[in-house]
Nanobody, 128 residues
C-alpha cells in the first residue's frame, strides 16, 4: 500500500514556474515507477510525464517537452515536477501516480489504468 500526497500547486502567471512535489508513504518507493497526470475541467485525464523506478528512463507528453521536468529522490520517497514556461492551457488538477514495477528498472507507462495508486491532486492555475 502506498499513499501519495501532492503539494506545490497554485496560481501563476503565464510564463512563470511551479514545482510540484509528491510524497509517498511506505518503504518500497523505489519499487514504483512514478507518473504525473492532469485533468482540466470537462476533459479526460491525460498523461504528462513519468519516470522509471531508478530514474534512468523518462517519458513526456509532447505538449510539455522542453518545459516540464520530472525527477525523483528515492531516499526522500518523493517525486517532483518542475514546470517552466507555463501556459494557460496547462491549467488543470495535477495527479501523482505510482506503478508497481519491481522487476523492471526502465519501465515507464503513459497509460493511467496501469497505475496502482493515486494522490488526491493539486490545482495548478495559469493566468494569461
Amino acid at each position: 500500500q502506498v499513499q501519495l500526497v501532492e503539494s506545490g500547486g497554485g496560481l501563476v502567471q503565464a510564463g512563470g514556474s511551479l514545482r510540484l512535489s509528491c510524497a509517498a508513504s511506505g518503504r518500497t518507493f523505489s519499487s514504483y515507477a512514478m507518473g504525473w497526470f492532469r485533468q482540466a475541467p470537462g476533459k479526460e485525464r491525460e498523461f504528462v510525464t513519468a519516470i522509471s523506478r531508478t530514474g534512468g528512463n523518462l517519458a513526456h507528453a509532447d505538449s510539455v517537452k522542453g518545459r516540464f521536468t520530472i525527477s525523483r529522490d528515492n531516499a526522500k520517497n518523493t517525486v517532483y515536477l518542475q514546470m517552466n514556461s507555463l501556459k494557460p492551457e496547462d491549467t488543470a488538477v495535477y495527479y501523482c501516480a505510482a506503478d508497481f514495477a519491481p522487476y523492471s528498472s526502465s519501465s515507464v507507462s503513459t497509460h493511467h489504468p496501469e497505475y496502482d495508486y493515486w494522490g488526491q491532486g493539486t490545482q495548478v492555475t495559469v493566468s494569461s
